[in-house]
């Protein structure tokens, strides 16, 4: 999918020297600066649970690296930064997610998933979403095709939590979750209205409230992303589990790994494949 404000930008950065915050290397990636660090994106699969087929992609930030094994940058600079500079790291990352998603032409028809930091919460005042859905704007790129993924939170945050989605529901985003429970995502189904609620693989482990989440998010239009999938045994007990029709996403280091290059088409089928073979060996 071609856009051409999004492009002329590109072609702009495309002649901006590496001594900037933001330029585009010699394979056309986008790189950002943040205090002495150099980072960029890379994307991780999501796909549907019946056939393996990508539905989506979500963004990690990560130091650059020529192999794509940079570090999270999170990690690096969370303990360094204060909070104003973590809102300034939170909308650069934004921004080079953004830019290195839409410039490949793989990423036509699947979501993007993009993380909000625990500190933007409190950190940020006024009307959550509106500087990111201007940048969109400005590079007519699809918002509606964007999920801003809100972190898990305490108790004590429930009304800060409430407060962030529905400022970014009304800039046009849809609004996706962390669940520490089985119990917690029906909790927070009924009370957010996501599009979407992670859900860490190990703890499915009750059949009836995992069959039960995922029937009541399929009537609400929800998606269940089961996430960490690192081995087969874990993927085979989501699947004796979940005996019903309501469908389900998944996502983990069985299928793939974070890389900057979204999966072609054949590539994608391949990898499912591979994992389907497994099963069967």
């Given amino acids: 999918m071609h856009y051409p404000a999004l492009q002329n930008y590109l072609s702009r950065l495309q002649s901006t020297l590496a001594t900037t915050n933001l330029w585009l290397d010699e394979q056309g990636r986008a790189r950002g600066r943040y205090f002495n660090s150099t980072l960029t994106s890379a994307f991780q699969a999501i796909r549907a649970g019946d056939d393996g087929r990508i539905v989506a992609y979500e963004a990690y930030a990560r130091s650059y690296a020529s192999d794509d094994q940079g570090l999270n940058i999170w990690k690096l600079l969370e303990n360094a930064a204060n909070d ?29 998933y993009l993380s909000v930091h625990s500190r933007l919460l409190a950190a940020v005042e006024g009307n959550h979403g509106m500087a990111f859905r201007r940048i ?18 305490t108790p004590s945050q429930r009304w800060v939590l409430t407060h962030v989605a529905e400022n970014y ?113």
Wanted: with cysteine.
């Fill in 84 to 112: 104003d500079e973590s809102v300034e790291l939170d909308r650069l990352c934004r921004l080079l997610h953004t830019l290195n998603f839409y410039r490949q032409p793989e990423s036509a028809k699947l979501d993007l």
């Fill in 136 to 153: 969109l704007d400005v590079l007519e790129l699809p918002h509606p095709d964007i999920v801003l993924q809100l972190p898990l939170i």
């Fill in 169 to 281: 529901r009304r800039n046009g985003f849809r609004i996706g979750l962390h669940a520490a429970s089985l119990e917690q995502a029906v909790d927070l189904l009924d009370r957010i209205r996501p599009s979407s609620i992670k859900v860490d693989i190990s703890l499915a482990n009750d059949a009836e409230a995992q069959v039960r989440l995922l029937e009541q998010a399929d009537r609400a239009q929800c998606h269940i992303i089961f996430r960490r999938i690192e081995n087969q045994k874990r993927l085979q007990a989501l699947r004796d589990a979940n005996q019903t029709a309501s469908p389900y996403l998944l996502q983990g280091f069985l299928f793939d790994l974070p890389k900057a290059a979204l999966l072609s088409r054949e590539e994608s089928k391949l990898s499912f494949h591979y994992e389907e073979e497994f099963k069967l060996a």
